[in-house]
């Protein structure tokens, strides 16, 4: 099972590739010449942001206000740039896994590559490990976030992405303005 270890990264970050509607994203991370990048699903991405300010969030009210997590993302942290390159995805990623190392005061973030889960012979699934600080993971959280919101428009009916063309909206029952009419 290769393991891509980061503790700490120079630089973790969500990132997509493509048009609204037709992105591929990615997680990176990149350390002492080392870039390590995995494909995941964008609803992945939403939900790690989500996962992350949740952690953060519980960590910060169990301590009290004591824990060094920032309430938001430290502007000095901010990453707006592109994707590292070459963008070579080393997997695909199944399942996520987020702890807090009080210790270190740490967020420890896991990727596992996706895997079948009737084949017993399968080799055991990579891992994207990365250890970050709180304030790294809040600006990581910030950019996700961003990454997400800045697909297709939502449908003011359903929410659902409106497309250069339009959609068949569930709430008219299908029924398009542009199909005719008086």
């Not at 991370?29 to 991405?45: D, S, Y």
């Not at 000095?76 to 987020?98: C, H, S, Y």
């Not at 929410?159 to 709430?171: M, T």
Request: hydrophobic letters at 40%.
């Amino acid at each position: 099972m290769p393991v891509f270890d980061y503790d700490p990264p120079e630089r973790f970050v969500a990132g997509a590739v493509g048009q609204p509607g037709a992105r591929a994203f990615f997680l990176q991370a990149r350390a002492k010449g080392r870039l390590t990048t995995v494909g995941l699903e964008k609803f992945q991405v939403a939900a790690l942001a989500e996962r992350l300010d949740e952690l953060l969030d519980e960590v910060l009210r169990m301590s009290g206000g004591t824990a060094q997590v920032p309430a938001i993302a430290p502007a000095d942290l901010t990453d707006n740039g592109p994707l590292d390159l070459p963008i070579d995805a080393e997997f695909r990623v199944g399942t996520m896994a987020l702890g807090w190392d009080p210790e270190a005061s740490q967020v420890v973030i896991e990727a596992q590559e996706i895997t079948d889960e009737d084949d017993e012979d399968a080799p055991e699934p990579a891992v994207l490990r990365v250890r970050v600080s709180a304030g790294v993971a809040r600006a990581f959280t910030k950019r996700a976030q961003a990454l997400v919101a800045a697909g297709r428009p939502p449908c003011p009916l359903c929410g659902q992405p409106l497309d250069a063309e339009g959609h068949i909206c569930v709430r008219l029952n299908g029924y398009r303005a542009s199909q005719g009419g008086s």
